[in-house]
């Protein structure tokens, strides 16, 4: 009689805990992923090196100013929280860029002396 050339399929098993195994590769574990914490710690490392810019500051100043001058508002007339929200705009934006432009700035240089 001919022998067939199609694959084993593999059987649709569960195991002692009633879970069931999904098919395919059940046998063998997942082989570890390159470049250390898979997928995320690759974008992270994407994202602290790139320089810093003024668009990200005054991005995330905005998101903080818009959370002081919601709060304020709870504790204050609104007009008193938006006068202390404009120059708390100004002050997150500056404060927050020199900070990371401090932080690229190290971690490029300990990246040319070979420790990371």
Known sequence: MAQTKRKR??????NAAGMVESRGRTGRANEPVKGGKGKGGALR????????????AANRSAIATILFVVVISFLQNPAVALAFGIPM???????G??????????RQAKKAAGKR
């Open 9 to 14: 399929r593999t059987k649709h098993r569960g």
């Open 45 to 56: 490392t994407d994202r602290l090196d790139r320089p810093p810019t003024w668009r990200s």
């Open 89 to 95: 705009f100004f002050l997150y934006t500056g404060v």
């Open 97 to 106: 860029f020199y900070t990371d432009k401090w932080v690229y700035e190290r």
